[in-house]
């Protein structure tokens, strides 16, 4: 189902609608504060296999998932005092930290590196937000993209080729292509991985505080 939601005020019907889809072991593509993203709930596991599948993505690679604030990251990560006064400047936004996981034996190991860590997101986008709320857990985060690893960020562009592929795609206009700034707090000081839509100097002068 292809619908289209208000980005601002997303209507309660198209939510709804996504997370049953989610609850269901569904796949869905929504919208984040960068790119739009393949999602499904962080506990399907046959929903996680058919997003490696769409990806045609090594399972190796671990995927990163999206929280609602601060409160719901604790429940999956360790978060230190330290990465705490920084993230909470800084969610929501376009970024993904990398954390120290918390629940190895809840989570899909599709979702835990080799160093047992996490990468999760808080984006500044209100559907997402809503999708999570809704749900009561996190979702996966995986990058919209076509064949040749191009972000695709035209909703009208990704119904005609994942329309057939996913069951819901939530069409929340044009997105930003930058990806998120990728921060990896089990280093000290954290360690830029990525330099993406997030503001660096930002971080840095947080840092110094």
Not at 24 to 42: A, E, R
Not at 84 to 91: A, S, T
Not at 154 to 177: A, C, H
Not at 199 to 208: P, Q, R, V
């Amino acid at each position: 189902m292809y619908l289209k939601v208000h980005p601002v005020n997303p209507q309660g019907r198209h939510i709804t609608h996504a997370v049953e889809t989610l609850r269901n072991d569904g796949v869905i593509i929504y919208p984040t504060d960068t790119m739009y993203g393949i999602g499904c709930s962080v506990f399907s596991k046959k929903a996680i296999d058919r997003i490696y599948q769409i990806k045609n993505q090594s399972v190796t690679k671990p995927f990163s998932f999206v929280c609602s604030d601060l409160s719901h990251i604790s429940e999956y990560a360790l978060v230190s005092n330290p990465a705490y006064r920084i993230m909470k400047q800084l969610i929501p936004g376009p970024f993904t930290f990398i954390l120290p996981a918390s629940r190895l034996k809840q989570l899909p190991k599709s979702l835990i590196s080799k160093r047992k860590t996490v990468g999760i997101r808080v984006p500044d986008n209100q559907i997402s937000l809503a999708i999570v709320r809704e749900l009561g857990n996190p979702i996966l985060s995986a990058s919209v993209t076509d064949l040749n690893g191009e972000v695709i960020n035209n909703p009208e562009l990704i119904k005609e080729m994942f329309e057939n592929q996913v069951d819901t795609i939530l069409d929340g206009g044009i997105n930003v292509s930058a990806p998120s700034t990728v921060l990896d707090f089990t280093e000290d000081p954290p360690v830029v991985v990525r330099e993406g839509a997030g503001d660096i100097s930002e971080l840095l002068s947080l840092e110094k505080k």
